[in-house]
């Protein structure tokens, strides 16, 4: 049983929080809001909407930017290529590097590469990660919790930021080198938390001043004690609307748990990112809006709420 999470929730659409308010209130608060975690499509992995679609219905609901996170490849030049001849919608489109086996891995001319093109955030290894492939082996049941290829890959090469020793690789501290140059995100992706805190401290000697944790519940396995730990060297903590939305397929934590998660980091250092766009999951704009309302159910106030979905990754982003 991976770290934190319940037991599988079962719900349907009808059990919506959004559906007990009022939409224009809804669509109110989720004005100006930035998705850190949208999977659009095309994907090697079953995508319910596309890049163009998904810029379009962000900017419907006026929201002012939203982060195409691919595991397989960099999503910057559609990004560019979006903003070229999308600008008009009014929502800022961008994305980042994911260091994963397709991009070369632990590779600094990705990073170099997407620097240029005008990345914003760099992951370390995702679905390459060696903690991401333990979770895999070790869980029977992964596959209900993550999504799977649609046509058979490669097996991964298990990366790992630090060597046999458990120091960090020199490759990673070239590549923070850059990311601080740069001034972009460092994530830890989905790196273990025990990766993470010797990356971060070596980022932040470095001069990375953006740091940046998703899902630091789930896979990452981060206790509270260690997100607060987190939080005061400055991290952002990102959690996954795909894990609260009712009709998600990932749908394993209570609005119980949302609550003791943002109290962990606070609402200061709390981002609320959709991590949706699969097949037979909400859209974003669909997640925002129901985590919007169950943080109304908990009984955050309006501009908490908007810090959460707003204010904070824009801080990081450097959009304010």
Known sequence: MIKNIPDRINSTSDDRPAAKYDDALLSSLLEGAIDLHCHSGPSVMPRCI????????????????????????????????????????????????????????????????????GAKLVWMPTFSSANHIAHHKSDKDFEKKFPTTKEKMLAPVELSVLDDNGALLDEVKFILDMIAEANIVLSGGHLH??????????????????????????????????????????????????????????????????????KAGTVDRTILGSDLGQVGNPTPVEGFKNVIATCLDIGYAHGDIKKMISTNAADLLGMA
Do not use: Q, W
């Open 50 to 117: 596309d890049h163009i679609e998904v810029m379009k219905e962000g900017a419907a609901a006026k929201m002012k930017a939203i982060l195409i996170k691919d595991h397989y490849y960099s999503a910057t030049p559609v990004t560019e290529l979006l903003m070229n001849h999308f600008k008009d919608l009014g929502v800022s489109m961008l994305s980042g590097v994911p260091l994963n086996n397709s991009t070369g891995g632990i590779n600094r001319f990705a990073v170099d590469h997407g620097i240029k093109l």
């Open 193 to 262: 938390i025990t990766e993470i805190f010797p990356l971060f401290e070596e980022a932040k000697k470095r001069g990375v001043k953006k740091l940046l944790v998703n899902h630091p519940s789930y896979l990452i396995d981060a206790t509270y004690e260690e997100m607060g730990e987190l939080v005061r060297m400055g991290a952002y903590l990102e959690h996954s609307m795909c894990m609260f939305v009712p009709g998600s397929k990932f749908h394993f934590y209570t609005p119980e748990n949302l609550d003791a998660l943002i």
